[in-house]
């Protein structure tokens, strides 16, 4: 809902309720002669205090439990509770290779949907200029059938891994309860190839038909690196402007604040300040290590958009999503060819006093937890930091760059900018805490 | 109910769907009927839908699906209006039928919750306990799980609309585990299941996957929760641990409630 006022050197305007994002929330901007007075994305969905009522649980709860915090990355959530709580119960090195890969299977699934959903039915509608993906539909309804069809390639691998897309229940601290059924696995493999095809040519149609706003901004992008992979599981954790830690050593070099008009803690890097994370922080510190089929269309869409790697530019999340996800549609593949289901779903975990800490990588960007156990496995200290939270402050430096750029436009061309601008985030607001406002006030 | 259902011009039911504390997924569930889903937005309209479109119609709506727990003072005020904007309500998944995982807290003290988590707990408004919708108003169905099953969904979407009563099973899980003819957990493996005292509705996915269920359905009709308790303790699991395991993503729902509460108390007791 938007609701816009002005005086006669001020304007506001006023979204309560963002629509086309995960959660609710809003932001809030003021402009005084065209110059921002303030601008802050608002989120107050209702505090939900896992990291509290997590102490006392079983460490093996623990990744059903955390699943909970976000419906459209809970795959998200368990891979990094489950790395953490190794890491914690001291078997994190003895994971053996094929569990590993299964994780990735997890992931890649996880990114497939969620990336698939908000590329092309939240976002894209704001760069061809429909209200939803709905209204969309009446126009390019193949077009949004082969989004919805790939999708569902994304939910049917979680279903393999987990027997469901939404709260998986396959992932254990230590692996996963049982192996893929390889029937099913053999029958997924056709649609992932012809979706890895199809995803390609989207690819490209992303590239080469949608107008990309110039918005370059000096961002510092944060990712994991690992040396010989794309980020998902694995791998320090590193900036575009000088930090390379270790996972556990992440509060190092940045810290959590909290800010009164949002359940979620602001991140900010240590003695600097905001941070991107996400699909465009991920492509940036890591495209060469892309698979070979993404690798392969990297330089065509980087001609198409007109810019060599790095992108900085937010609102170019959209075609990192798009290589990002025929990334994981190839790797899905190839970890399905070389499946062996002989070998052992998990490996024995016991109780023991430790404490670990893991990040993955998110639909959305690194998703960091850590957990304390005692001798009888029980949580004695859990914290959790989701990526959007890390956004937060960034979106709010963006918001306050794009509202000078733009200043002489009008309340409702500014506003929908504005979101389309927080929607190049992705936000996931439940994960983050929950309740986005947008207003405006100028 | 079809001939007194207020229609748009073009003959439309309207549908909303409201989130309130909760996760996201019973609303992703939705998007999630990939095959069905242009054909469901053909037959309603979706005239008030966040996640999805920008668009917003007036109320009144034909359906309203509601997701997520009553958890704070503004959600307490906001689901009476919605009450009076929708013909039929429908509460969707855990957080909505239950109080879902953040009802936790109504076993705690709910500042010292916040002090844990936020550094200035003071810029928090929580109430102290998390609460199913149909403790506020009334609701015409309530609609298991964790998340909810999407066909599910469906089906209650269609009865609505055909005027009649959605087909839900509230039998246990064990009859849907038997009739895909999956070993017992408990029984052939000494796992401790819930599924004898938890509603069927998710497809038996944990036992099928060489796991005990967790009750994400929350409890079946007329549970014998003391059998397996009993059942549970012969295999050497403690009353503590049974109260963990009740009180999870349903664990504010009676009789599960009822239950813990009387575990906790013999745990307490040695």
Known sequence: MNKSTKTADRRTIRVDALARVEGEGGFFLTLRDGKVEEARLE???????????????????VPDLAARICGICPAAHQMSSCQALEKAIGVADRIPPAIRACQDLMYCGQWIESHVLHMFLLHLPDFLGYESGISMAENHKPAVQRALKLKKTGNQILEIVGGRSIHPVGACVGGFYSNPNPARCEELLPALKAGLEDMCDLTMFLAEKVEYPDFEQDYEFVALAPDDEYPMNRGPIASNKGFRVEQENYLDVVEEKHVAHSTALHAVVKGRGPYHVGPLARLNLNAEKLHPRAAELLPKVCKAVGRSIPWPNSFLSLPARALETVHALALAADILENYDPSKPSRIQVEPRAGTGAAATEA???VLWHRYETDSEGLITSARIIPPTSQNQAQIEADLR??????SLMDDETLCLRCEQLIRNYDPCISCSAHFLRLHVTR | MADSTEQPPDGKPKLAVYKFSGCDGCQLSMLNLEDDLLDLVQAVEVAYFLEARRRELPPPYDIGLVEGSISTPEEEERIFQIRRDCRFLIAIGAC???GGIQALRNWADVEEYTRLVYPNPEYIKALETSTPIAAHVFVDFELRGCPINRNQLLEVVTALLAGRKPVIPTYSLCIECKRLGIPCRLVSSGQ???????????GAICPSMNRACYGCFGPMEMPNIEALGNRFGGLGYTSGETVRMLRSF???LEPFKQASDRYEQVDKDG
Do not use: V
């Not at chain 2, 401790?192 to 998710?202: N, V, Y």
């Open chain 1, 43 to 61: 989120i107050y969905e209702p505090p939900r205090l896992f990291e509290s009522f997590l102490r006392g649980r079983d460490f093996r709860e």
């Open chain 1, 363 to 365: 639909p959305r960007g």
């Open chain 1, 401 to 406: 760059a794009l509202a000078e750029k733009m």
């Open chain 2, 96 to 98: 909505a039928t239950s």
């Open chain 2, 192 to 202: 401790p299941c819930l599924g004898p005292i938890t509603q069927a509705g998710c």
């Open chain 2, 250 to 252: 349903n664990g504010y």
